[in-house]
């Protein structure tokens, strides 16, 4: 069963910063790094977890940085099967994950598009904090996982905020 959601906590962005600056430093000075997913949305519950976009140059760059990273508590691998992840883990809960990305790929990044989506759209974000909350009930209740329950909401969403820029619809679930 996935952790609990808890409510928006206003030290999320804070933890965001601090995270970024110490992949800039780990990595590349020149990575840009947003701060994507539920924490990035003011008043949304989520999964006390940060979850980063970072823009490599190419699949390499990871590559040239991974050994650093891992010293300092990051380790690759995920579930995800689209792009590179790291994870960093404290006292062995999960704090944050870093989702990277080429910059081919960046200005496509679904992640991305439903983070700029729901800050501007109220509606769908209160919809899709409902959709987590009953993701966590089926989860609970061993009908769905977590993931699985809440990705019918999110690719609906995604496929609009991609209708909007003019881009076709891609599958959100890259599990």
């Known amino acids: ?58 699949p390499d760059e990871l590559e040239a940085h991974s050994a650093a990273l891992e010293e300092a508590g990051w380790r690759l691998g995920s579930a995800v099967r689209t792009h590179p992840v790291m994870i960093l883990e404290v006292d062995g809960i999960r704090s944050a994950i870093a989702h990277f990305f080429t910059e081919e790929e960046w200005a496509d990044v679904h992640q991305r598009l439903l983070r700029d989506w729901l800050l501007a759209h109220p509606e769908d974000a209160d919809r899709y904090s409902h959709a987590k909350c009953d993701a966590v009930a089926a989860a609970a209740r061993g009908m769905s996982t977590y993931n699985a329950a809440k990705t019918p909401v999110i690719q609906e969403i995604v496929d609009r905020a991609r209708a909007a820029r003019g881009l076709a619809s891609v599958p959100v679930h890259d599990k």
Not at 10 to 22: D, M, N, Y
Not at 41 to 49: L, N, S, T, V
């Open 1 to 58: 069963m996935p952790r609990m959601l808890v409510g928006y906590d206003p030290s999320w962005p804070q933890q965001f910063a601090r995270i970024a600056a110490e992949l800039r430093t780990l990595g590349d000075s020149e990575w840009t790094i947003e701060h994507i997913g539920s924490t990035a949305i003011p008043g949304m519950r989520a999964k006390p977890i940060i979850d980063l976009a970072v823009r490599v140059r190419d």
